[in-house]
């Protein structure tokens, strides 16, 4: 066997552990929930326990540890240990403020303890859309603070090395707030491509209070899209065709011609001339009449639906010129957000 063989061998060995024991922490939830759903309230702790203490690289999800946490508080709830359970949903509202317990899945018991903890325990969290894009000025990138109890919080917008942009709201959070952003600096200008920090920090730190969070922005500047124009309109004759009148003036010329080329069959004797022409004469005259009496007109009614149609379709001209004139003086951004992380304190 080569060299490249035993590393690659090696190198699935090493995935396929890692594998199973990430299935084995979702199988340890699953069978956690079985036991609790089943009123083997000790074995439950212990399967669920055991699926929380999977290291971060292998361990639940941050909503399967949503879920072992609420399962973890019910059941020491159950068993009798409530220093445990407030341990577990405090844990949880760290975890994710904005949580709460399925009022249909579980008993007041647990919910109202729930409650409480929240209430009890000082946490704030930050939620952004993945991907806005706004118009500058005259859209709004919005996130949504979100408070487990009554906080005094600070809403920031800073460049990626913490240098401070924006204050976009300072004051009390009862649950949850919405903030926005248009898009500019603080000189009133459109960003400028890079990354940004939207952050939310509590107005008075303190060692038991909420732990800032923070959200990272990749905001890139997109150039101007602007309309089409409008097709030209499929517009209706406005007049009639020209072709009958020329072919009764053509077939009128020819028979004259012909009349006046064919003498032994139009007239006889020393008056034959003459006769030939005043036939000839007659019948390129009745081409003429034909050919007025067919003359082209003009169709009204096209006439009208046509000036209609050019008046509308230079309307919608008008439109898309002074909508593509807007467009061109607006900037467009694209934000796209990262995954929502605690400040560390002392970060910048």
């Not at 894009?133 to 487990?148: G, H, I, M, N, W």
């Not at 906080?151 to 924006?166: K, N, Q, R």
């Not at 009496?293 to 050019?310: F, I, T, Y």
């Amino acid at each position: 066997m080569t060299r490249a063989s035993v590393v690659l061998a090696l190198s699935l060995l090493v995935c396929g552990a890692r594998v199973s024991r990430a299935q084995s922490a979702s199988e340890l939830l699953r069978q956690g929930v079985q036991a609790y759903q089943a009123l083997e309230y000790d074995a439950a702790a212990a399967l669920l326990e055991r699926s929380l203490r999977r290291d971060s690289v292998t361990g639940l999800a941050d909503s399967l540890q949503t879920r072992a946490l609420t399962y973890l508080a019910a059941t020491e709830l159950f068993r009798g240990q409530r220093d445990s359970a407030v341990a577990a949903f405090r844990q949880l509202v760290l975890l994710n403020p904005r949580y709460r317990p399925d009022e249909l899945i579980f008993p007041p018991q647990v919910t109202n303890l729930f409650q409480e903890v929240r209430r009890a325990t000082r946490a704030i969290a930050v939620a952004v859309p993945p991907v806005t894009e706004l118009r500058a000025r005259l859209d709004r990138f919005k996130a949504r603070v979100l408070a487990s109890s009554l906080a005094d919080v600070t809403v920031t917008l800073a460049h990626e090395d913490g240098t401070p942009m924006l204050q976009l709201y300072s004051g009390p959070v009862a649950d949850s707030l919405l903030v926005s952003w248009d898009g500019l600096t603080a000189a009133g200008t459109p960003a400028d491509d890079g990354r940004y920090i939207l952050r939310v920090t509590p107005r008075s730190p303190a060692a038991d209070g909420p732990r800032a969070r923070q959200v990272v922005l990749d905001v890139k500047q997109q150039p101007p899209d602007t309309l089409p124009w409008p097709p030209t309109p499929a517009l209706l004759p406005e007049r009639t065709l020209t072709g009958p009148a020329f072919q009764s003036l053509a077939a009128g010329l020819v028979a004259g011609a012909a009349v006046v080329a064919l003498p032994s069959l139009m007239a006889q004797g020393k008056d034959a001339t003459g006769a030939r022409f005043a036939v000839g004469a007659a019948v390129g005259v009745s081409g003429l009449v034909g050919f007025f009496a067919r003359k082209p007109r003009p169709l009204d009614a096209n006439v009208r639906a046509n000036a209609s149609q050019r008046e509308a379709w230079k309307r919608r001209v008008d439109a898309v010129k002074a909508e593509n004139a807007a467009r061109l003086r607006t900037t467009r951004l694209v934000v796209r957000a990262g995954p929502e992380t605690i400040a560390e304190r002392g970060s910048p």
